[in-house]
Structure formats: C-alpha cells, structure tokens
C-alpha cells in the first residue's frame, strides 16, 4: 500500500502553482537573473572591432571555440564581457574536488560540514579567479595577434581585458550563488543551460536554410529531429536509471524504547559523473585545433599536424573521443563517491547489507557493483556524443545538435522540474497541516 506521501506525489496538481506565493517569487528571481545573463552576452569587451573578431570566429569555430561558444550562449564569437562564462569556477570546482581525495588537510575540511563547506567554497572562488585571469590574458594575446582586431594594442588593453572577462567571470559566479540560494535549480547550470537554449533557435534557423539551400537534404533534417527526440527520451531513462542496495537496520533499543528494524535502500546512479565526461573529452580534443588557429599555425608545424589528425570528425577523433569520456566516466566517479566511506557511514548507524559482512566487506561490494554500472554508464555517455558527433561532422550540422548540448538540457530540466515538484510538495503538506489545526482547534 502507498504512503501517504506517495499518494500526495501522485495527486500533485501543477494548478497549486498559483498558491504558492514563494514558489512564484523564486520563479521570477530565477528568470530575472537568466535575462541579466543574456544581456551581458551581448556587450562587446572595450578596443575591439566587433566585425573582425565575428571573421576571425568564422574560421576558428570548428575547435574549441565552438563548444565554449555553446556553453556561453554565444557570447565567444561575440567576445563580450561574459566570455568566459561561468567556466573558469566549474573548472576550479572539480580541481578542489579532486584536491580534497588527495590533500589531508582539504579532506579534514570536507568532514567539517558546514563550516568546513565554507571554507573549501571560498578556496574555490580565489581558484577561480586565478583561472580567470590567466585564460583572459591568454584571450588579450589572441586578439592582438589575430589581424586587426584590437584598436589599440598594448599593455592596457591587455589589463582592461583580464580585469573585464574575470569581473564577468565573477559577477556570474555570485550571479549563480544567488539563483541557487534565492531561485530554483542549481544556477551554475542553469547559466550554462541559458546559454544553449538562447542560441538553439539560430541553430535551427540555420539547419532549416542549409536544408533550403540543398546543402543538406530534407530527410536528414527530419531524421536528426527524430533522432533529437529519440536521444532525449533515452537520456531521461538513463537518467533516471539507478541500482538499489538493500540496506537493513537491526532491531535497537534506546533508553526504555525498542525500535523495530527497518529497511532502507542505497541508489547509485547508473551516470554518477553527469555531464563532466564528455565536456572533459571535447575540450582535451578540440584544444590543439584553436591553439594552431590562433597561432597562426594552420600550414605546417606539430600542431598543424596533430590537428590534421584528431580535427573533429576524424576517425582518430572519435576513437579518443570515446577513449576520454570512458576514462573521464570512471575517473570522476571514484573521485565523487567513496565506497569506504559510505561502508564505513553504514557501519555507524548499524546498517548492513544481507549477506555482505559491515566494513571492508560492504565497501568491496559497493565498489564493485560501482564499476559494472559504471560501464554500463560510460557505453551510454559514450553512445550518446558519438552519434550526433557523426551527424555534426559529416552532414554539416551546428554544435547545438550534438550529445553534450542534449545532455546538459535534459539533465538541467529534470533537476529543476524536481525542484519544482519539491516545493508544490512542501506547499500542499503546509495547506494541509493548516487545515489539520484548524480542525483540531474546532473540536476543542
């Protein structure tokens, strides 16, 4: 028989929206901050020629400039002022998460709660800054050396740069903060899923003038809509998809009370690395391609010839595509999740798992049922970039139509709409705990 929970999930009527006064203010907090973004992605950065730099995009797009352009809703080939995106903090995350399962003192922090949580939120953000400003000097020397781009070349152009692109860096890392805190859903990645929702429609636009012009033909633009559809529904599953352990909770007493025992489960996601995987592998990828673009490198040289090899699209390509999302799959999901540690959670409460002896035991098997999901995780993350991957390469297809822009927009969504759901369900518990009181105080 359901819960009473259960039954109040099920009955959840979206129509409550309207009631519930919070719910809208984070709404419309929530959208008024994404407009901000977006109107920050269209001012230009200070002694650039706007034309050039849009010329100079044209022919760099196809390495990595093309994938952050996704990310920043447009604003690389635009080179405005939220630039970098939110990049910068997402890259200084995951190297303070990494840091954490190897620096002790980091690790003792981690197990601080709380406070400790602050403190390793704020070494990220001076990490964060010190990203920001050596990849925004690196974007000052780019430009000047690509033609006639800047106005005025020199050292102040190069200082207003940094202190512009890290300034917009910031303003959307505490932008983000801010969404997460006062809105709903997770405002790093609801920037990032602005971004690519912003410019989807171009995309689109443009695939429907390519299917125009004949260049591409019509049943493969129907076939990729198909496709998107079928790519999308899988997502959700796979998403959604997890491996339940079993947990049991013995019977215990507590001072003159006996609590029955209880039986709990333990998810593991079958994709417990999200997204990072396959951002991971196409930044690694597609970066000696926009390094020679900028270097002016595109004839001869290392670079020119490893482009040559691994340019997008290449049968070596794909082969190391899937190679680093499998590596990345794996890789961030042992530094995400501690089976030791979860064994060890497991031990204190007194759960255990039947059949399976508390302690090293439990972390053994947790590991190991870790790993064969985690294939399984890897052969889906891996599936869903290699065939839009094709499509993008071989029928001239923009960036938006590829498995990561899919991934990130699917994923973002259903965690938001769980948020959502979370908050109607919190607002029908509070009207019918109201309605409990005033019942009661009515019989008295």
Excluded at 200 to 215: D, H, I, K, N
Excluded at 286 to 306: C, I, N, S, Y
Excluded at 407 to 412: D, E, N, P, Q, R
């Amino acid at each position: 028989m359901a819960s009473a929970a259960e039954q109040l999930a099920a009955n959840l009527n979206f129509g409550a929206l309207a009631k519930a006064e919070e719910l809208k203010k984070r709404i419309w907090f929530t959208l008024a901050a994404l407009v901000v973004y977006r109107l920050g992605t269209y001012i230009p950065l200070p002694g650039i020629d706007p034309n050039a730099v849009a010329d100079i995009f044209r022919q760099a797009q196809a390495g990595v400039l093309g994938l952050f352009n996704m990310f920043a809703g447009g604003a690389v080939g635009r080179m405005a002022i939220f630039a970098l995106n939110i990049m910068p903090y997402i890259s200084a995350s995951i190297i303070v998460q990494l840091l954490t399962s190897v620096v002790p003192s980091l690790e003792a922090l981690k197990k601080e709660g709380e406070q400790g949580r602050k403190v390793i939120n704020q070494y990220t953000r001076y990490l964060t800054v010190v990203l920001a400003v050596f990849q925004a000097y690196g974007i000052a020397i780019g430009l000047e050396s690509s033609g006639n781009v800047v106005l005025e070349p020199g050292m102040f152009f190069r200082i207003s740069t940094v202190i512009t692109l890290t300034g917009g860096t910031m303003f959307l890392m505490w932008l983000g903060e801010q969404i997460t805190s006062r809105g709903i859903g997770n405002g790093t990645s609801l920037i990032i899923f602005a971004g690519i929702v912003a410019e989807l429609p171009s995309a689109v636009v443009g695939t429907l003038e390519l299917g125009r012009q004949g260049a591409v033909s019509t049943g493969l633009i129907l076939g990729v809509l198909v496709m998107a559809v079928a790519v999308i529904a899988f997502i959700v599953f796979m998403e959604r998809a997890q491996r339940r352990l079993l947990i049991n909770y013995p019977k215990r007493q507590v001072g003159n009370r006996m609590y029955e025992g209880q039986t709990s489960f333990l998810p593991l996601k079958l994709n417990t690395a999200g997204v990072i995987p396959p951002i991971f592998a196409s930044s690694l990828l597609l970066l000696p391609t926009t390094v020679a673009t900028f270097t002016q490198d595109q004839g001869t040289g290392f670079l020119a010839t490893l482009s040559a090899y691994i340019g997008h699209g290449r049968p070596l390509y794909m082969v190391l595509y899937v190679a680093l999302i499998i590596f990345f799959a794996f890789f961030y999901t042992a530094i995400v999740f501690n089976p030791a540690e979860t064994a060890d959670n497991l031990k204190k409460h007194g759960g255990f798992i039947p059949g399976i002896r508390p302690g090293e035991r439990t972390a053994e098997y947790i590991d190991t049922v870790l790993t064969r999901i985690t294939v399984i995780g890897a052969a889906y993350l891996a599936l869903i970039c290699l065939i839009p991957e094709i499509l993008i390469s071989y029928a001239a297809l923009p960036f938006y139509f590829g498995g990561t822009s899919l991934l990130i927009v699917v994923s973002v969504t259903m965690d938001t709409v769980a948020q959502v759901h979370g908050h109607l369900l919190a607002h029908q518990y509070e009207g019918l705990v109201k309605k409990a009181k005033l019942r009661g105080a009515r019989r008295k």
